[in-house]
T-cell receptor
Framework: SAVISQKPSRDICQRGTSLTIQCQVD?????MFWYRQQPGQSLTLIAT?????????ESGFVIDKFPISRPNLTFSTLTVSNMSPEDSSIYLC????????????FGSGTRLTVV | QKEVEQDPGPLSVPEGAIVSLNCTYS??????FMWYRQYSRKGPELLMY????GNKEDGRFTAQVDKSSKYISLFIRDSQPSDSATYLC???????????FGRGTQLTVWP
């Protein structure tokens, strides 16, 4: 399985500031995904990031709030902009493992608290 | 109506018990069914996957899919304290489709 390193693991941020989360994969992957996991809720897909193209955002998520970069096949960043307490959540990046198991591998997540 | 429904629990059982975790879904287009396990402060890890209806066994874990009822289950036999985690079901319609997750069921197995 791919190994995903996600940084930072946690952060406490002030309202109105921005935080950039990094996701590094130990192998080249076509698609990377960013999820949000709020307490007691299911994982919600924020966007899909393909190398060399604009990220595709899910309903309810916009590029101005969650800009994503995907400069190469092993790296992506998600920025949470102009944060409010409602953005407090766990943010996870993931990659698709391929045909063998039809599943995704996840990073350990970034636990964000906005005060 | 949500795509995938899962009782969040919490579920607390003694060591050695048989655990049954379940999800229901509404979209008959789902073909791939997965269970993820998530330990505290960790990302979800793929535990089991099943294509279409039927059973799949892996050690103490059995995944069961009933497409006619739109119902999937994960059974854990001889549960261990190390099984204490949140279990999430995940479904997708095709190998290129996105995953739809349940809310997760928090399981505690006490010694």
């Amino acid at each position: 399985s791919a190994v995903i390193s996600q940084k930072p693991s946690r952060d406490i941020c002030q309202r109105g500031t921005s935080l950039t989360i990094q996701c590094q994969v130990d192998s080249q992957v076509t698609m990377m995904f960013w999820y949000r996991q709020q307490p007691g809720q299911s994982l919600t897909l924020i966007a899909t990031a393909n190398q060399g193209s604009e990220a595709t955002y899910e309903s309810g998520f916009v590029i101005d709030k969650f800009p994503i970069s995907r400069p190469n096949l092993t790296f992506s960043t998600l920025t949470v902009s102009n944060m409010s307490p409602e953005d407090s959540s766990i943010y996870l990046c993931s990659v698709e493992e391929g045909q063998l198991n039809y599943g995704y591998t996840f990073g350990s997540g970034t636990r964000l608290t906005v005060v | 109506q949500k795509e995938v429904e899962q009782d969040p629990g919490p579920l607390s059982v003694p060591e050695g018990a048989i655990v049954s975790l379940n999800c229901t879904y509404s979209n008959s287009a789902f073909q791939y069914f997965m269970w993820y396990r998530q330990y505290s402060r960790k990302g979800p890890e793929l535990l089991m996957y099943t294509y279409s209806s039927g059973n799949k066994e892996d050690g103490r874990f059995t995944a069961q899919v009933d497409k006619s009822s739109k119902y999937i289950s994960l059974f854990i036999r001889d549960s261990q304290p190390s099984d204490s985690a949140t279990y999430l079901c995940a479904l997708r319609g095709s190998t290129l489709g996105r995953l739809y997750f349940g809310r997760g069921t928090q399981l505690t197995v006490w010694p």
